[in-house]
């Protein structure tokens, strides 16, 4: 496979609060929207960021405030890369917490979907974690191309 190009980058970091969802999902809405995607494909990328995001808060940094980092790239052909990470305590078995309806906080109001729902709206999805470490979410969207502002990149 060969590389691709880096048309646009952007890079956030910000504290691991709950109020910092939201800030994720507008910041990766305001600079996809560069591409003029469509709003089912906008909704879908919004929904995987805050997601991910949720995760690095809720499970990453339980009990303490961390740092959330992302990475968010245009690619050639209108790709969108997504990087989002943790330096908390990481994943045991990634394997296992990717299974639909896994929660590692089984006493909590969590429906173990997170996972699930990255992969089913993007294209690709890679998940990296080590114990104590911290954990890293890549995700990958081809947006349609769309007439318009920036179409055909």
Do not use: W
């Amino acid at each position: 496979m060969s590389r691709q190009s880096v048309h646009n980058e952007l890079r956030s970091s910000f504290p691991s609060l709950s109020e910092n969802e939201s800030l994720a999902r507008l910041l990766v809405s305001g600079f996809v929207s560069q591409l003029n995607p469509a709003l089912d494909e906008l909704s879908d990328i919004k929904t995987a960021v805050s997601e991910a995001v949720t995760n690095c808060i809720v499970h990453g940094y339980r009990n303490c405030v961390g740092t959330v980092r992302m990475l968010v790239r245009i690619l050639d052909d209108n790709e969108i890369y997504i990087r989002i990470s943790d330096s908390g305590c990481g994943i045991e078995n990634v394997e296992k917490a990717m299974e639909p309806l896994f929660t590692s906080a089984p006493d909590e109001d969590r429906a173990g979907l997170g996972f699930t729902v990255m992969e089913s709206f993007m294209d690709k999805l890679s998940v990296k974690s080590k114990s104590g470490k911290g954990t890293t979410v890549t995700m990958r969207k081809k947006l349609e191309t769309r007439k318009g502002k920036n179409a055909n990149r």
